[in-house]
Each structure stands twice: as structure tokens, then as C-alpha cells.
């Protein structure tokens, strides 16, 4: 028998360890789909463990993202693979996951594969991708070739094709209800008064480098007037930045000066003033009393 000249190698013999893995894979996807057929999720009690999760702070603070795309298209917000995790378990009878097809380091790449499986309505949804070993900054692209890097990039890139995945076989009422619990529970701070939440947003942001001139920039009010919404949007933002999703100098970009503000504060420093008398008094010890006698007179107006 002639061998293909681009025919796939494959292994000679499969070791009993590999077989009885194929066998168990087999046996757990025809038993969930039994299970699932036998114990058929219960939606109120679904939406009632939703509602129970969304409401705990602690869900609610990771349950957004955001980064700043940069250029026009501006900052991107949307829901975390932990609240989208959390939703599949409250739902049930979904399953999700990551698979590393394959890995190059030849051409420094892997391939990876996200899916989502309601295994009750037998809704199966996947998609196959490629993550280049490589990480893009603002200084140009760098290669990683350190596994731990490598794993960490694939780890990243694939929790957001998981989230998106999970999303998609879960009801779009189902996921928009949790996102409005969610910000409602961030609104309400966990019973935090108001008033003390922004003392501490604000106490936060200043140990970053921070100031409160421009959290009010910001938000486009005084701290005076925040309300629970702008809380909210500050807590984000934090979280986010703490997580590395986007940067405090990228939300919180320094004031530019422009060239005539720097010369109006150069003329107005150097300009002499009236010391030592009264105002409308002339004296010759005062420097501004001198540029004023000094200075030309206006032209007179031709009749």
C-alpha cells in the first residue's frame, strides 16, 4: 500500500489509558442527555437562583468588564465570563468548555476550540479559532515563548469566546435580567450609605495618583452630586483597571496645556503689581506704578 505523501500520522497502538478515556467521554455525553431528559430544569426555580446569585456583591463586582479600545471607537463594556458561568450553573443542565486542538510553536500559534452545550434542548454551539503567540502593546508586538505566558494568552483569549458561547444558548431574558440585578446590587453598594461609598471611591482612586478634579471631569459633575449610577461606573472602572483589562492613565488621560495658555500664565506671572499703597495712588518706588507712567499713549481716534 502506497503511503500518502500529506496522510496524518497516526498513533500505532492506543494505550488502554486513552481507551477507556474515549470510552468514558462517550458514556458521560450519552448519560447527560439522559439525565437531562429525566430531570428537566425547573425555570422559576432557575430565575429564583439567579436573582439569589446577582443580588451578592461579590457576584456583581466581577460581573462587568471594561477596557478602552483606544482611538475612535472608544471604551467597550459588557458582561465577564463569571457572570456568564454563573448563569449557566443557575440555568443547568448546560455544559462549556475550552479545547487546546493544537499547538505550533514552529509558526507560533494554537489553535482552540470554545463551546456551549444545553444538553436539554440539545442546543450545541462552537467555534474554532487562532491565538498567535504574540502580545500586541502600544510599543509594537513582542512573541512570547515562555509556556506560562503562552498558556496565560490562551487562557484569555479563550474565557472570551467561552462567555460568548454560554451566552448563546442561554434566553437573551435570562442574561439581560441578570445584568440589571447586577447593577442594581452595585447601585445599592451592599447597604453602604451613599455619601460613604464616594469617600471611598474617592480615598481609592487617590492612593492611584488619582485626584478628585478628575473623577468630576469624568463623570461631568461634582462629588457633591454623584448618584448611585456614578458610583457604579467608578467601581468599573476600578475593578477593571485592577484586573488589567484597562489602565487609569487610559481612563484618567493627563490635561493638555496648549501654547497659549503656557504664554498667558508666563505674561500674567511676569506682570508687575501695586504694592506698598493704596489702590489709585501713584508711586515711584512701585514697579507697576512706573510701567503704567512709562507705557506709550493710545493713539487718538481720527474725527
Not at 9 to 23: D, I
Not at 80 to 105: K, S
Amino acid at each position: 500500500m502506497t503511503e500518502q505523501p500529506n496522510a496524518i500520522a497516526l498513533p500505532a497502538r492506543v494505550g488502554q489509558g486513552t481507551a477507556v478515556e474515549q470510552s468514558r467521554a462517550v458514556a458521560e455525553v450519552q448519560s447527560a442527555i439522559v439525565v437531562a431528559q429525566q430531570c428537566p430544569r425547573n425555570i422559576p426555580a432557575a430565575i429564583s437562583e439567579m436573582e439569589l446569585s446577582c443580588g451578592q456583591k461579590m457576584l456583581a463586582d466581577r460581573a462587568f468588564y471594561r477596557f478602552n479600545r483606544g482611538g475612535e471607537s472608544g471604551n467597550v463594556t459588557g458582561a465577564t465570563v463569571h457572570l456568564a458561568r454563573e448563569l449557566a450553573r443557575c440555568w443547568g443542565n448546560v455544559q462549556y468548555g475550552l479545547v487546546e486542538m493544537r499547538r505550533d510553536d514552529s509558526y507560533g500559534q494554537s489553535e482552540l476550540q470554545a463551546w456551549a452545550w444545553d444538553v436539554q434542548t440539545n442546543t450545541r454551539v462552537s467555534t474554532t479559532f487562532i491565538v498567535p503567540h504574540k502580545r500586541f502593546t502600544r510599543r509594537g508586538v513582542t512573541a512570547l515563548t515562555d509556556m506560562r505566558h503562552i498558556y496565560e494568552s490562551n487562557a484569555n483569549n479563550g474565557a472570551r469566546r467561552v462567555r460568548e458561547m454560554i451566552f448563546s444558548v442561554l434566553p437573551p431574558w435570562f442574561v439581560e435580567a441578570a445584568k440589571d440585578l447586577c447593577n442594581a446590587t452595585l447601585r445599592h453598594g451592599g447597604g453602604v450609605p451613599l455619601p460613604q461609598r464616594i469617600a471611598e471611591g474617592i480615598k481609592a482612586y487617590e492612593s492611584k495618583g488619582i485626584r478628585r478634579d478628575q473623577l468630576e471631569t469624568k463623570l461631568g459633575r461634582p462629588s457633591a452630586d454623584w448618584t448611585d449610577h456614578d458610583v457604579a461606573q467608578l467601581h468599573i472602572i476600578f475593578t477593571s483597571a485592577e484586573r488589567g483589562e484597562t489602565s487609569l492613565k487610559e481612563e484618567f488621560p493627563p490635561e493638555r496645556v496648549t501654547a497659549e495658555e503656557i504664554t498667558a500664565s508666563a505674561s500674567k506671572a511676569k506682570a508687575p503689581t501695586h504694592t506698598g499703597h493704596e489702590p489709585g495712588a501713584l508711586d515711584s518706588e512701585c514697579p507697576a506704578c512706573r510701567a503704567e507712567h512709562d507705557a506709550p499713549e493710545p493713539p487718538e481716534d481720527d474725527e
